[in-house]
C-alpha cells in the first residue's frame, strides 16, 4: 500500500512541479472566480498570498493556523487534523506522512505541494536590518493597458465643452500601473502603487500631481508581543463579514463546502481597488492565545454631495451616495473626488487556540457630511446620519469531525441584528456537509462587510445554504449545493419583497492529473421587475435561469495544454419568454521546457438572445489583472498572450491582444463608452523585474 502511495506522490510531484509557478497560481485562482459573475474583480490579494507562498513555500512543520488558512486550499478539518499530529508525534519527516493524516488526500496534497514543504525546524532568527537586506526581494510591474477603438468619450473638444459636460474624458485612453515592492518572506513588506485609469489625465490640468491613485504601506509581522503592525494602507478582516471586511470575499462557488470565511485580521493593501480599503495603521498584539487589534483609518470618498439651505452648519453639507468606482475621467467624477471624508477605527479582542476561537469586534465610522440616500421607497430603511457604530461577536469550534461557526453583529443606528450561523461535518475523507443560515434585517447598516449570502450587500436577506462534497471514488466526485432564500424589503431591480433559491451540481472526472473533466449544472429561480408591461404599475415576475457548462482539460504533451468548455443558458420570464445563449469556449496553452516561453490562446464563438443570457467566462491575462468578460450577443471572442522570462528569471515580459467581434452590431455600448463598428479590441504589455 505504502509503494502505491509513493507511486501517487512521485507522479503528481513530477505534474506540479513541471507546470510553471504562473500556470499554477492562475489555476488555483480561476477555480476561485469561476463562478463569480462580474467582468472586472480584484484578486490580487489572493495572488499575492499563493505567489508569495510560492517563493517561500511553508513549513507545515511550523506552520500556523493562519498561514495555513490563507492558502484557501484546505479545510478546517484538514488543518485542525495536521496540528494535531503534529503537536501527538511531532515534527514531518517527509511530505508523504501528510496524505496518512485524517482527511487529507491525494488531491488535496496535490493543491497545496506548489506551496508548501516539510523540513528540519530550526529557531527563528530576530529580524535585523542585515538579516531584511540579504535576504528580501525587490518586485517592479510596469503596465500599459488600451482599447484600441475611439469611444465619444474621447472626441476631440475644448477644454470648456470638457468643463461643461459630462459627455467627454480629460485624459487619454491609456491604461497606466506600475508597483515597487519589497518583502521579505512573510514577515516583512513595504511597497508603492500607482495607477492610472483609461480617460484619466497624467500630469495634466486635472491630475497634476501624476497618476489619480497612489497607495502605500509598510508591513511587519512578528511571533511576540507586537504581532503586526501597519503603516499606509491596508485590509481588515474579523468574524464571518458582518461588521468589517474588507479585501476579497466571496460566497457560493462550486467548493460547496466552503462557505466559512476565515478571517485574515490585518494584512497589507496592494490591489487598485480605490474604495474598499484601509489608510491610516493599524496594531496587533498579542500575549499566548490572547490578541488584540486595533486601527484607524481617514481617506477620501466620491460623494455626491450638495450644500442646504439650513441655519444649522452641522446640517449643511448632505451626501445622498458614494461612487464605488474610483475613476475620475470626467468633470462629474472629478467634482465628486474627495468630497466626503472618512473616519473609521476599531478594535478586535480574539482569544484562540487549536479547536476554539472567539472574537469582539467594535466598528465605528464617521463622515464629514450628513449621509441619506435619495428619497425612494426602496431606501427607506438605508442609514442616514453621520456616524455609524458596529458591534460583533464572533467564535469558531471544532471537535473531531464537527465545525461549528457563526457571528452576530449589531449596526447601532437601527439597532438591527445581523446573525450568520454555520456547521460543517466531515464523514472521513469522503464526503463533508455543510449548512449555514444568515438573517440580515432590512435596517442593518453597515459599509464594510462581505457577509455570506445571495446579494452583494449584507442586510435585507435571510436564508438557509446546504452543502456536500463527496468523492465517489478516485476518479470521481460531486460538489452541490441549494440556497433558499427572500428579502423582506425592496431591493436593485425588484419593486417588492421577493425569494427565490439556487441550486448547483458539478460532476468531476480526474483519472489522472493529465485529465480532467466535469459537468455543471446551476439554477437560479429568483424574482425581479417584468422588463415588458403596460400600465403606469411595473410588475413583478419570477425567472427561472439555468446554465450548463462542460469543461475539459487534457495534457498534450511536449508542453501543450488543451482546454475545451460548453456553455449553455436558459432563461425563462413571463414578459420575454425562454431565451437561451451559448458559448464554446478552446483554449490552447503552450510552455516551451526548451525556452523561457510560454504561450496562450483562446478562441470562442457564442450567440446569446439578450444580455440576461450571457456567458461569463475567466481568462488568462497579465499578471495580477484578472478579467471576467461578459459573452453576449452573436459573434467571437479571441485572445493571444505571450509571456517571455529573461536575465536569470529575473524578468518577465507579457504581451497580450484580445477582441471582440459582433456579427450584426453597429455600435457596441452607449453614452461615453460608445464605440462605432463591431469590434472590440484592447491591447496590454507588462514587465516585472525581480532582485
Known amino acids: 500500500m505504502r509503494f502505491l502511495l509513493v507511486i501517487s506522490l512521485t507522479l503528481i510531484f513530477s505534474s506540479v512541479f513541471g507546470q510553471s509557478k504562473n500556470e499554477v497560481i492562475q489555476q488555483r485562482i480561476e477555480f476561485i472566480a469561476q463562478d463569480l459573475e462580474a467582468e472586472e474583480i480584484s484578486l490580487e490579494d489572493v495572488f499575492d498570498v499563493l505567489n508569495n507562498y510560492y517563493d517561500n513555500p511553508l513549513n507545515l512543520n511550523v506552520a500556523t493556523k493562519e498561514e495555513l488558512q490563507q492558502l484557501l486550499l484546505v479545510n478546517d478539518f484538514q488543518i485542525n487534523s495536521l496540528l494535531k499530529a503534529r503537536d501527538e508525534k511531532g515534527a514531518f519527516n517527509t511530505i508523504f506522512e501528510i496524505n496518512e493524516i485524517e482527511f487529507w488526500d491525494l488531491i488535496t496534497l496535490e493543491n497545496i505541494l506548489p506551496f508548501v514543504m516539510v523540513s528540519k525546524v530550526e529557531e527563528k532568527e530576530s529580524g535585523s536590518l542585515k538579516k531584511y537586506l540579504k535576504e528580501g526581494k525587490v518586485e517592479a510591474f510596469f503596465r500599459y493597458q488600451r482599447n484600441i477603438e475611439d469611444k465619444a468619450g474621447y472626441a476631440d473638444v475644448t477644454d470648456e465643452e470638457r468643463e461643461e459636460s459630462s459627455k467627454y474624458y480629460w485624459g487619454d ?15 516583512f513588506s513595504i511597497g508603492v502603487t500607482m495607477e492610472k485609469d483609461p480617460g484619466e489625465q497624467l500630469f495634466g490640468k486635472t491630475q497634476p500631481k501624476g497618476f489619480d491613485f497612489y497607495s502605500a504601506h509598510a508591513y511587519y509581522s512578528g511571533s511576540k508581543f507586537l504581532r503586526k503592525a501597519v503603516i499606509g494602507d491596508y485590509q481588515v478582516q474579523f468574524g464571518q463579514g458582518l461588521a468589517m471586511w474588507t479585501g476579497y470575499g466571496f460566497s457560493k462557488t462550486a467548493d460547496a463546502t466552503s462557505a466559512r470565511k476565515n478571517a485574515r485580521g490585518i494584512r497589507p493593501y496592494t490591489s487598485t481597488d480605490e474604495v474598499r480599503f484601509m489608510r491610516g495603521a493599524a496594531v496587533e498584539l498579542g500575549v499566548k492565545n490572547f490578541s488584540f487589534t486595533t486601527w484607524v483609518s481617514y481617506k477620501g470618498a466620491d460623494g455626491s454631495v450638495e450644500m442646504l439651505d439650513t441655519l444649522d452648519s452641522e446640517e ?17 467624477e472629478l467634482e465628486r473626488q474627495n468630497s466626503l471624508q472618512e473616519l473609521i477605527y476599531g478594535g478586535n479582542i480574539k482569544y484562540e487556540n487549536r479547536n476554539f476561537q472567539v472574537g469582539l ?3 465605528q465610522q464617521a463622515y464629514d457630511a450628513f449621509y441619506q440616500r435619495a428619497d425612494r421607497l426602496v431606501n427607506k430603511y438605508q442609514f442616514a446620519g453621520k456616524e455609524l457604530l458596529n458591534l460583533s461577536a464572533d467564535y469558531s469550534y471544532i471537535y473531531r469531525n464537527l465545525s461549528v461557526y457563526g457571528e452576530v453583529s449589531q449596526s447601532r443606528s437601527s439597532n438591527a441584528v445581523a446573525i450568520l450561523q454555520g456547521v460543517s461535518v466531515a464523514m472521513g475523507k469522503r464526503a463533508s456537509l455543510t449548512a449555514l443560515y444568515r438573517n440580515y434585517p432590512k435596517d442593518y447598516h453597515t459599509f464594510y462587510a462581505q457577509g455570506f449570502g445571495d446579494g452583494s450587500n449584507t442586510n435585507n436577506e435571510s436564508g438557509i445554504y446546504l452543502g456536500g462534497s463527496f468523492k465517489l471514488n478516485k476518479e470521481w466526485s460531486l460538489n452541490s449545493y441549494v440556497d433558499f432564500f427572500k428579502s423582506p424589503w425592496l431591493k436593485f431591480r425588484v419593486d417588492s419583497p421577493s425569494e427565490g433559491h439556487e441550486v448547483l451540481g458539478q460532476l468531476s472526472y480526474r483519472p489522472s492529473p493529465r485529465f480532467e473533466t466535469y459537468l455543471r449544472v446551476r439554477e437560479k429561480d429568483k424574482m425581479i421587475n417584468a422588463s415588458i408591461y403596460e400600465g403606469n404599475i411595473r410588475p413583478i415576475e419570477r425567472y427561472k435561469q439555468r446554465k450548463y457548462q462542460f469543461g475539459l482539460t487534457t495534457d498534450l504533451g511536449s508542453g501543450w495544454k488543451w482546454r475545451s468548455r460548453i456553455d449553455y443558458v436558459t432563461d425563462q420570464r413571463e414578459s420575454t419568454g425562454k431565451q437561451d445563449g451559448f458559448a464554446l469556449t478552446q483554449d490552447l496553452l503552450y510552455r516551451s ?16 438572445d439578450s444580455y440576461e443570457t450571457r456567458v461569463y467566462s475567466y481568462e488568462y491575462n497579465l499578471e495580477n489583472v484578472f478579467s471576467i468578460p461578459a459573452y453576449f450577443n452573436k459573434g467571437s471572442r479571441s485572445y493571444v498572450m505571450l509571456r517571455y522570462t529573461f536575465f536569470n528569471e529575473k524578468c518577465d515580459l507579457w504581451l497580450r491582444y484580445a477582441a471582440f467581434v459582433y456579427n450584426q452590431e453597429e455600435t457596441l455600448s452607449s453614452g461615453t463608452e460608445e464605440i462605432t463598428g463591431n469590434v472590440k479590441s484592447e491591447v496590454g504589455v507588462q514587465l516585472r523585474v525581480r532582485l
Open 316 to 332: 449643511a453639507r448632505l451626501a445622498s451616495s458614494i461612487n464605488l468606482t474610483g475613476t475620475h475621467r470626467t468633470t462629474s
Open 361 to 363: 469586534t467594535a466598528v
Open 173 to 187: 485612453p491609456n491604461k497606466l500601473y506600475s508597483r515597487i515592492r519589497y518583502t521579505h518572506s512573510t514577515d
Open 593 to 608: 521546457k526548451k525556452f523561457p516561453l510560454e504561450l496562450s490562446l483562446r478562441y470562442a464563438i457564442f450567440n446569446t
